[in-house]
């Protein structure tokens, strides 16, 4: 039976490519980069290094700016602290965009408990960050600026190429979160001044455990991990190497392919657009056209989002709900969902709105799959209505004529 896969925003399957590219290093070159002075370590050190230069050149930067880490949240986390402490005595503010991941937002707990000010930058209701706001936030004392290229949830992609010339202007570290978009639309620090950018390899087909952060030559980042001298001294700790191999792999072939991938996936989006719009009381978010190719986002007035979700599991049909690591929020006091923050951020009512979700295609996927899912979602939605306490409500306002 097809089994349709539509959440490739929480992870992507590995590309048979690239875990060739992998096993070697698993089996027979499990040498210690650190420990070169015999074959085995310098095999794995001349693999990180190669690995090094495959991920500096699917972004346009140098090999010495690549620092390999742990993955996309260890990356945000030392790009917010490290480039707030870095940024020295008397820089203790720091922006970010409303609408960033948990890795970027949890991190600005410990920054606010010493001391430093945080500025949310709102978005619009497609989820965009206006690059004015961005001229009015920066200040004197700002440390670090931090926008996503594209975000997880609703697929919106910001204009981090106009940010980034504001926050040079002004002098400020840029940092861009391209978890979602590596990979998947072309990303050059040539043109965009990024000072650091985040990177995931699981994102664009390349193995968990292995993610970078660009760091812009000059730019003053200070450590979050503390022991040898690995990543240039920012990320002590023996590298995962046949994961960082495996995302040097899989960054060669998004750089080679990521425009076929793009072209198809876009295909099959509208595919899926198009046959939503065949159910009443759907809303999709995010921007109508700079969104992440085969990204389809939506909400469907009184259909609880988590509930479709498992309805359309059970059709052998996969999707999310908004990122995956909110549907794991749940009100403290008591089993109600917590909205997201990006639903929130956009404007989306809570009263009639109880979940979005996230189609993220593949490169995989195939119009079949699709299909499989456009014939499930009419009939779970009108179940799932026909069954909410709130469209209840609604239907009894009506009645009453208001
Ligand atoms: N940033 C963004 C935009 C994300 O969507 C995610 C989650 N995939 C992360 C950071 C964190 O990624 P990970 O959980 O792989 O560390």
Redesign the pocket.
């Known amino acids: 039976m097809t089994k349709a896969f539509f959440d490739h925003?929480?992870?992507t399957p590995l590309d048979p490519r690239v875990f060739e590219a992998m096993r070697p290093y698993f089996l027979e070159w499990y040498g210690n980069p650190s420990s070169h002075i015999h074959d085995q370590g310098q095999a794995a050190l001349r693999a990180v290094d190669h690995a090094r230069a495959e991920v500096a050149a699917l972004i346009g930067a140098k090999a010495g700016e690549i620092l390999f880490t742990?993955?996309?949240?260890?990356?945000?986390n030392l790009a917010v602290l490290g480039a707030a402490e870095g940024a020295g005595a008397g820089k203790r503010h720091v922006v970010v965009s409303e609408v960033?991941?948990?890795?970027?937002m949890n991190a600005l707990t410990p920054l606010r408990n010493a001391g430093y000010e945080v500025t949310l930058l709102p978005v619009d209701g497609n989820g965009v960050v206006d690059p004015d706001a961005v001229r009015k936030a920066l200040r004197d004392d700002t440390a670090l600026l931090s926008v996503?290229?594209?975000?997880?949830?609703i697929g919106t992609i910001e204009p981090v190429g106009p940010i980034g010339r504001i926050a040079k202007e002004a002098g400020v570290t840029f940092h861009v979160?391209?978890?979602?978009?590596a990979g998947h639309i072309p990303m050059d620090v040539r043109e965009i001044p990024a000072d650091l950018v985040?990177l995931?390899a699981?994102?664009f087909y390349g193995p968990?455990g292995a993610?970078a952060l660009y760091l812009r030559e000059g730019t003053k980042v200070a450590p979050r991990t503390f022991g040898g001298f690995q990543e240039m001294g920012y990320r002590a700790g023996t590298e995962n190497v046949p994961a960082i191999v495996g995302m040097g792999a899989a960054a060669i072939l998004a750089g080679r392919e990521m425009g076929a991938w793009a072209e198809h996936l876009s295909r099959l989006g509208e595919i899926l657009w198009d046959g939503l719009a065949a159910i009443p009381m759907l809303h999709y978010t995010g921007h109508p056209s700079e969104r992440l190719p085969g990204h389809v986002s939506f909400w469907v007035e009184h259909v609880e989002g988590e509930s479709l979700l498992l309805f359309l599991n059970m059709k052998e049909v996969m999707a999310a709900s908004g990122?995956?690591?909110s549907s794991n929020l749940r009100g403290r006091d008591e089993e109600d969902l917590v909205a997201s923050p990006v639903l929130r951020a956009i404007g989306v009512p809570s009263d009639i709105c109880t979940g979005s979700i996230t189609f993220s295609l593949g490169k995989g996927n195939t119009v079949d799959e699709v299909r499989l899912a456009l014939d499930a979602l009419p009939g779970i939605v009108e179940r799932l209505r026909a069954m909410s306490p709130t469209y209840l409500d609604y239907q009894k306002r009506q009645a009453k004529g208001g």
């Open positions: 925003i929480s992870t742990s993955g996309a949240t260890e990356s945000n960033e991941h948990f890795s970027v996503m290229h594209a975000n997880s949830e979160d391209a978890t979602a978009s985040t995931s699981h994102n968990k993610g990122s995956a690591c």
